[in-house]
């Protein structure tokens, strides 16, 4: 069994969770890593076994521009700090996985000062990526790319993590990956390998790269939508595209992350239990972001300072967060529960059984095991879930 069909990650922006300058890079060393670490413990009083952290190295200012993927960015500490985390993390029996910006590094880093040829050109210009002024594509049909993005994988690995987030992965081909990660399979073959996908055909993607899990958005917005719009036939269509892609593939699923709105702020905090319910009663690996199972609102906005509202600092200790949130904590616990005594769910196939507007029913099962889910939206917000073997979950609002 791989670590695809048991993680459950407690998912961290790390400069921004951490009370970071974002937008300044540089400056002193600041060891911030440790702050980490109560909320590691925090985490696995959800039932979370792993750390998903964001970027942590050197970069210009939101860590996905990056200038040295093999140095800990100055804002959150040194190698001393993350060698801390990494035990910190084994003490708890948690996993770690890192995001890996390989796709792109930024216009201040030492390869465009070189010159290099690992970076891609068309008539000597600079390809940027996506319009980024500030962010320059590597040329991965380059062997050289090849053998350095293998070399900082295997870098941190020897370092003690798990795996890695191939940030936008959709943007490098296939065949980059599979070279990639088959070479690194050689001396760490139960590493796992996320990929970043928006949309497509996600289990043809993940055959072709070579990935054990790729995100699930197609059911992220097919939960959210469903909930705000008071129409869970749109739910029903991405259960069963989920489905679809899960055969023989384990989906990165989620309903919050750095790059989204939060769900609270799309569909209350009523709303955002009913979307956890989801979460951790169909095919996948979930992931939590940090602060979603408290209900942290925050929306999106433009410009340089777009994703602030949602990567917001966390409070020192989690005895410092608002009772309010407890609730909701407590549903996030009692599914996260739920899911670790049916770990099988993770390869489950989820069929719909019923809908309409205002409600859906459907199921998970794996041979003789079934997990059985209603969600209603009307005249109360609610939740039941029954197992075949005899346990049973509700919530109401």
């Given at each position: 069994?791989?670590?695809?069909?048991?993680?459950?990650?407690?998912?961290?922006?790390p400069l921004g969770a951490l009370g970071a300058p974002v937008h300044e890079g540089g400056g002193p060393v600041a060891h911030r890593l440790p702050a980490l670490e109560p909320?590691?413990?925090?985490?696995?009083?959800?039932?979370?076994?792993?750390?998903?952290?964001?970027?942590?190295?050197?970069?210009?200012?939101?860590?996905?521009?990056?200038?040295?993927?093999?140095?800990?960015?100055?804002?959150?500490?040194?190698?001393?700090?993350?060698?801390?985390?990494?035990?910190?993390?084994?003490?708890?029996?948690?996993?770690?996985?890192?995001?890996?910006?390989?796709?792109?590094?930024?216009?201040?880093?030492?390869?465009?000062?070189?010159?290099?040829?690992?970076?891609?050109?068309?008539?000597?210009?600079?390809?940027?990526?996506?319009?980024?002024?500030?962010?320059?594509?590597?040329?991965?049909t380059r062997p050289e790319v090849a053998d350095w993005v293998t070399s900082i994988m295997l870098h941190w690995l020897r370092r003690g993590i798990s795996g890695w987030r191939?940030?936008?992965?959709?943007?490098?081909?296939?065949?980059?990956?599979?070279?990639?990660?088959?070479?690194?399979?050689?001396?760490?073959?139960?590493?796992?390998?996320?990929?970043?996908?928006?949309?497509?055909?996600?289990?043809?993607?993940?055959?072709?790269?070579?990935?054990?899990?790729?995100?699930?958005?197609?059911?992220?917005?097919?939960?959210?939508?469903?909930?705000?719009?008071?129409?869970?036939?749109?739910?029903?269509?991405?259960?069963?595209?989920?489905?679809?892609?899960?055969?023989?593939?384990?989906?990165?699923?989620?309903?919050?992350?750095?790059?989204?709105?939060?769900?609270?702020?799309?569909?209350g905090a009523d709303g955002a239990a009913l979307a956890a319910s989801v979460l951790f009663t169909v095919p996948g690996m979930p992931s939590v972001y940090y602060g979603d199972?408290?209900?942290?609102?925050?929306?999106?906005?433009?410009?340089?300072?777009?994703?602030?509202?949602?990567?917001?600092?966390?409070?020192?200790?989690?005895?410092?967060?608002?009772?309010?949130?407890?609730?909701?904590?407590?549903?996030?616990?009692?599914?996260?529960?739920?899911?670790?005594?049916?770990?099988?769910?993770?390869?489950?196939?989820?069929?719909?059984?019923?809908?309409?507007?205002?409600?859906?029913?459907?199921?998970?099962?794996?041979?003789?095991?079934?997990?059985?889910?209603?969600?209603?939206?009307?005249?109360?917000?609610?939740?039941?879930?029954?197992?075949?073997?005899?346990?049973?979950?509700?919530?109401?609002?």
């Amino acid at each position: 069994m791989s670590l695809a069909d048991t993680a459950i990650w407690y998912h961290v922006y790390p400069l921004g969770a951490l009370g970071a300058p974002v937008h300044e890079g540089g400056g002193p060393v600041a060891h911030r890593l440790p702050a980490l670490e109560p909320w590691l413990d925090h985490a696995v009083d959800l039932g979370c076994s792993g750390l998903l952290l964001g970027p942590i190295f050197t970069s210009v200012s939101h860590g996905y521009d990056t200038l040295d993927h093999f140095s800990i960015d100055p804002r959150l500490g040194d190698d001393a700090d993350f060698d801390r985390l990494v035990a910190a993390c084994r003490e708890r029996g948690m996993a770690l996985m890192l995001d890996g910006v390989f796709n792109h590094v930024s216009t201040q880093h030492g390869l465009v000062g070189e010159n290099s040829p690992m970076l891609r050109r068309s008539n000597g210009y600079l390809y940027t990526w996506e319009g980024h002024d500030n962010l320059v594509e590597l040329d991965h049909t380059r062997p050289e790319v090849a053998d350095w993005v293998t070399s900082i994988m295997l870098h941190w690995l020897r370092r003690g993590i798990s795996g890695w987030r191939l940030d936008v992965a959709y943007a490098v081909a296939p065949e980059f990956w599979r070279e990639v990660i088959g070479r690194v399979r050689q001396e760490f073959p139960d590493a796992l390998f996320l990929g970043e996908v928006i949309h497509g055909d996600f289990g043809a993607l993940v055959d072709a790269a070579g990935w054990d899990s790729v995100t699930a958005y197609e059911l992220w917005k097919g939960t959210w939508s469903s909930i705000k719009d008071t129409n869970f036939w749109e739910l029903a269509h991405a259960l069963e595209r989920h489905q679809s892609f899960s055969t023989g593939h384990v989906m990165n699923t989620f309903v919050g992350n750095h790059d989204v709105d939060r769900i609270a702020s799309l569909v209350g905090a009523d709303g955002a239990a009913l979307a956890a319910s989801v979460l951790f009663t169909v095919p996948g690996m979930p992931s939590v972001y940090y602060g979603d199972e408290q209900g942290f609102t925050g929306e999106r906005g433009t410009g340089m300072y777009a994703d602030d509202a949602v990567r917001p600092p966390l409070p020192a200790t989690p005895a410092e967060l608002l009772p309010t949130g407890l609730w909701l904590q407590r549903v996030y616990q009692d599914l996260i529960g739920f899911r670790r005594r049916h770990p099988w769910l993770a390869r489950a196939t989820v069929s719909v059984v019923a809908k309409e507007n205002t409600w859906i029913e459907y199921a998970s099962t794996t041979g003789d095991e079934r997990v059985y889910v209603r969600i209603e939206l009307e005249p109360v917000a609610r939740v039941s879930v029954r197992a075949s073997d005899g346990e049973t979950w509700e919530w109401s609002a």
